[in-house]
Structure formats: structure tokens, C-alpha cells
């Protein structure tokens, strides 16, 4: 298979109509004709990384790579960084403010859904300077 | 069980009768904190929530669930609606309470 790359830029300045990226990834997931628990499982991902960098870093880029072996999500972002990014990681963990919270975020369970989902994940992160996630999908013989 | 059997038998409110709903039910979600539906809905589910806003239709894409029904009366935001048609998401309202709801699902799928 060819390697196919998708880009996009993710603004910080909306969160209602957040999940735009990832509603494109998964459409083109689809054609690609990858099996639907392949797709969920990326989409997922995606979608958890994409609105974190809206919420707390107030947007980002997202790049995904399509390869033989495994789909590869990488979100960058220039936001405020994590201090702790293994607290972070832990299910219930979450920064975010009251109105956030209103509209159904911050159950602090992103990160660890991105880890459930995905074969495997790095969180990099610098304060002030900003914040990478990278995860990888292993893709079967169905791929 | 489809969503339009669902929807039927219960008189739930569609809000997007453009959309087929001759779609399987297979299992049911019950819940407001969308990384916890993202996390645990499986996919074929109905979801039943309280949240109203707009990101409700990305979470019911992502995890593939089969229809989404807000409860308790609760009324969608104009922009949800919009984002339902749109992206091909079957959304119903309800007065009954999401244990009603849920209760009565979870009987009817057991008893097929
Ligand atoms: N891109 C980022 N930039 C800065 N901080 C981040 C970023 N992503 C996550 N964080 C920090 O990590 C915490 C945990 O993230 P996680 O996604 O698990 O939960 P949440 O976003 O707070 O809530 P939820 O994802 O359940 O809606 C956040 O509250 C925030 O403090
Ligand atoms: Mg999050």
C-alpha cells in the first residue's frame, strides 16, 4: 500500500464545533476500507487528541500516516505544556475549567482512552513550549 | 431491534427524519461525560444523555453508536440538529428519564 499522509490545522478558538479533523480522518479511513473496529479505534484517538488541543492548548496540528503496518496520529501543539504528564495520564486527572465541564468534557479520561485504544502512545511535553502526543494502530493482515 | 422500531414503540421525537432508520440496535449507552461515552460506548449502541450541545454528534460518530436520544425532556441546541443532519447522525428527544429508556431497552434486547 502507499503511504498516505493527512494534515490538518486545528483551530483553538472553537470548541463547540470541535472534532472537524477527526469526522475527515475517519471519512477517509473509511474509503480506504479499513475493518470498522480499526477505524473506531483511530477515530477515537484522534478525536480525544484533537480536543485537547482545542481545550487546553488552544489549537494545534494533527498529522496522520497510513502505512502497511500501523496508522500513526501525531498531534502538535505550542499550548502551555503538561507539568505532569504521567498524573495526566491517570483516569480522573483533569485541568479543565467549569464551563468546560458544562459542555460534557473533562472527566480527565481522554489521555487514558487514547492509551486504551492505541498499540501504543508518547506524550511529550515542555511547559511554555508545548505538547506532542503521538499514537500508533497496529493494522492486521485486513489492512 | 432497529432505531426506527425504537423510536416507534417509545414515540420518540425525531429530529432527523431525513436519515434511515433502519439501523440495528445492539446494545445501549448510558451516560453525559463524552471521554467516558468515547471510552465505553460500544458501537450499535443507543446513546441516552442530557448533553445537548453540538460535540454530542462527534462522540456518536467516533464511537459508531446507532442513534443518540436525549432525555428527561431536555431539548437539543439548534446547532446539534444541524450537526445531526449533516453529518448522518439519527437524533430523538424524550420525556422519559434515561432509566426509563435504558430499562426498557435492555428488556427488549433481551428478550429477542
Ligand atoms: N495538548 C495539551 N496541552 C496541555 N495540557 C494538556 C493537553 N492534553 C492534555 N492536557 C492536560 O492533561 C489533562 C488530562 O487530559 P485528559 O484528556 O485525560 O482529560 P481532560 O481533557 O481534562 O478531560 P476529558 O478528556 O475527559 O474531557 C488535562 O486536563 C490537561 O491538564
Ligand atoms: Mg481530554
Not at chain 1, 475517519?26 to 477515537?44: C, M, P, Y
Not at chain 2, 427524519?17 to 460506548?41: E, H, N
Request: hydrophobic share 45%; net charge negative; with cysteine.
Amino acid at each position: 500500500m502507499e503511504k498516505i499522509h493527512l494534515h490538518y490545522e486545528v483551530d483553538g478558538d472553537n470548541f463547540m464545533a470541535a472534532g472537524e479533523a477527526s469526522c475527515d480522518m475517519k471519512r477517509v479511513l473509511k474509503q480506504l476500507g479499513f475493518d470498522s473496529e480499526t477505524i473506531r479505534r483511530a477515530s477515537i484517538c484522534m478525536y480525544e487528541g484533537e480536543i485537547n488541543m482545542v481545550i487546553h492548548a488552544d489549537g494545534g496540528t494533527a498529522d496522520v500516516y497510513v502505512e502497511t503496518s500501523r496508522i500513526e496520529i501525531v498531534l502538535t501543539d505550542s499550548g502551555p505544556g503538561i507539568e505532569d504528564v504521567s498524573q495526566a495520564m491517570q483516569r480522573g486527572f483533569s485541568t479543565a475549567t467549569q464551563s468546560i465541564r458544562e459542555l460534557g468534557f473533562g472527566a480527565g479520561m481522554g489521555l487514558p482512552n487514547m492509551e486504551q485504544y492505541s498499540d501504543w502512545m508518547d506524550v511529550s511535553s515542555e511547559v511554555g513550549v508545548g505538547t506532542t502526543v503521538t499514537v500508533r494502530i497496529a493494522l492486521g493482515e485486513t489492512a | 431491534m432497529t432505531v426506527k422500531e425504537f423510536a416507534t414503540t417509545l414515540g420518540l421525537k425525531n429530529w432527523t427524519p431525513d436519515l434511515d432508520l433502519d439501523v440495528p440496535i445492539t446494545g445501549g449507552y448510558a451516560g453525559d461525560m463524552l471521554s467516558w461515552v468515547m471510552g465505553k460506548a460500544v458501537a450499535g449502541s443507543a446513546w441516552m444523555t442530557i448533553m445537548s450541545n453540538q460535540n454530542v454528534v462527534a462522540v456518536a460518530l467516533m464511537t459508531d453508536v446507532a442513534c443518540v436520544v436525549l432525555t428527561e425532556g431536555v431539548e437539543p441546541d439548534a446547532a446539534l440538529v444541524t450537526q445531526a443532519n449533516g453529518r448522518g447522525v439519527p437524533l430523538f428527544t424524550s420525556d422519559l428519564s434515561t432509566y426509563e429508556l435504558s430499562a426498557w431497552l435492555g428488556t427488549a434486547l433481551a428478550a429477542q
